[in-house]
C-alpha cells in the first residue's frame, strides 16, 4: 500500500470519531520522494460541501510563526533591536498599565524579545479571565462573536494579574500567551506603517509564491475557509477571527501551508543566523512542548514512537486544530488540521502517524 493510500485510510479513521467533522493533512519529505495528501469530511456547518484538498483552512495559531519571520526581518533591517523595550515603538496608550507587578509598571520595559520567546510575563487578552467571569476564548467558543482592536486586548490585559515578572523565566519556563504577539503586531505596524496584512503579502507570500494564503478579513472578498468546531457547535466567529491578524487570522490550503514550511526552513525567508537566533534556547511550555521565538518544539519521547530515537518536531500548531511541523532529522514535513478545537493533544496524536507512515 502506497503512502497516499496508507494516510487517506488513517484520515478516514480520524473522520470516524466522536466530533471530527472534516480533515486534511499532508506529508512530504525533503528530497521529493513522499508527496502524499488526504482529505475528508465535509467544509461547512450543513455538512453538505466536501472537504478538497484546495479548501482553505484557519491557521490560527501558527500564524506566529509568520509573525515572528516578519519581526526578524525587521532586526536585520535595523527597523527593530530585539533587545529593545517596546515602549521604544509602542505609544503609552498600550503599554502603560499593562505588566503591573508590587505596585511597579513595567510594561513599556518588556523587551520584544520576551514577547517573541513567550517570557514577557503578561496576562493573556485571549485565555485568561478574572474570577467569576469568563475569558474571551470561553465567550467565542460559545458562539458570541465580537471584534476587537489592539486597545480593546490591552484593556482586557490590564484587568489581569501578570504571571511573572519580565524575563523572569528566561532560559527555564515560558507562559505561552496571545498578548505577546498581538502586541507585536502593533509593533510592525508601528515601525513600517502599513498593516500586518501588507507585511506578510510583501514579504512572505509573495516571495515564497503563496497564492492561496492570506489574512483572513469578513469585510473583504475572500474564498471561504473550512469552518471550525468546537465538540458539536460550528463556530461561526467571522469577527473574531479578523481581529487576530499577528497571533491567528492567517488562511491557507494545504500545498501553501507545505510551501511555507519548506521555504521557512530552508532559509528563503530567514538566514541560517537568524533561523538559530530563533532556535538558539527553548522554553518550557508544558511537557513535550516547549518554545522558541515563534516555534514550538516538541521532543518527541520513545514512548510516543515505535522508532528508537523518535527526535523532535519544529514548528507550530493552533487552537483549531492545525498543525505545520518539521522533522529535521527524518526530512518530513507535516501540515493539515482536524478543525475541532476541544482536542489539543489530537493534531499532534495524528502527527505522530502521519510520520510513522513514511518509516
Not at 179 to 197: D, H, K, P, Q
Not at 252 to 265: C, H, I, N, Q, V
Not at 276 to 303: C, D, E, H, K, V
Request: proline share 5%; with cysteine.
Amino acid at each position: 500500500m502506497s503512502v497516499a493510500e496508507e494516510l487517506q485510510g488513517l484520515i478516514n479513521r480520524q473522520i470516524a470519531k466522536r466530533a471530527i467533522r472534516g480533515v486534511l493533512a499532508a506529508v512530504q519529505s525533503t528530497d521529493g520522494s513522499v508527496d502524499a495528501s488526504a482529505v475528508a469530511g465535509f467544509a461547512d456547518a450543513a455538512q453538505t460541501l466536501p472537504l478538497t484538498r484546495e479548501t482553505p483552512y484557519f491557521l490560527a495559531s501558527i500564524t506566529k510563526m509568520y509573525t515572528a519571520t516578519v519581526i526578524m526581518q525587521l532586526c536585520r533591517e535595523s527597523a527593530v533591536e530585539l533587545e529593545a523595550p517596546i515602549g521604544s515603538y509602542l505609544p503609552s496608550r498600550l503599554t502603560a498599565g499593562l505588566h503591573v507587578t508590587d505596585g511597579t509598571d513595567r510594561g513599556s520595559t518588556i523587551t520584544v524579545e520576551q514577547l517573541l520567546f513567550q517570557t514577557s510575563g503578561l496576562a493573556d487578552y485571549f485565555a485568561g479571565k478574572q474570577k467569576g467571569e469568563r475569558s474571551l476564548e470561553e465567550e467565542l467558543l460559545s458562539g458570541n462573536d465580537r471584534a476587537l482592536t489592539i486597545d480593546d486586548i490591552v484593556q482586557r490585559v490590564r484587568s489581569l494579574p501578570p504571571h511573572f515578572a519580565p524575563g523572569a523565566n528566561e532560559g527555564r519556563k515560558a507562559h505561552y500567551v496571545d498578548t505577546n504577539y498581538a502586541l507585536l503586531g502593533a509593533i510592525i505596524e508601528s515601525v513600517t506603517g502599513t498593516a500586518v496584512a501588507t507585511n506578510f503579502e510583501q514579504r512572505i507570500f509573495i516571495p515564497l509564491g503563496l497564492e492561496h494564503t492570506f489574512l483572513f478579513d469578513h469585510t473583504q472578498s475572500q474564498p471561504t475557509p473550512a469552518v471550525m468546531w468546537n465538540k458539536d457547535r460550528a463556530l461561526d466567529i467571522p469577527k473574531a477571527m479578523s481581529s487576530f491578524p499577528a497571533d491567528g487570522s492567517i488562511v491557507a490550503t494545504l500545498a501553501d501551508s507545505l510551501l511555507f514550511l519548506r521555504g521557512f526552513f530552508a532559509g528563503e525567508l530567514l538566514s541560517a543566523h537568524e533561523l538559530a537566533s530563533m532556535t538558539n534556547r527553548w522554553n518550557r511550555i508544558f511537557y513535550p512542548m516547549r518554545y522558541g521565538a515563534g516555534i514550538m518544539q516538541y521532543r518527541l519521547p520513545g514512548w510516543m514512537s515505535p522508532f528508537r530515537n523518535p527526535g523532535t518536531l519544529l514548528g507550530h500548531s493552533g487552537s483549531s486544530g492545525s498543525f505545520a511541523f518539521h522533522h529535521s532529522r527524518r526530512g518530513v514535513f507535516l501540515a493539515g488540521t482536524v478543525n475541532q478545537s476541544s482536542s489539543p493533544s489530537r493534531p499532534i496524536r495524528l502527527m505522530l502517524r502521519m510520520l510513522n507512515l513514511v518509516g
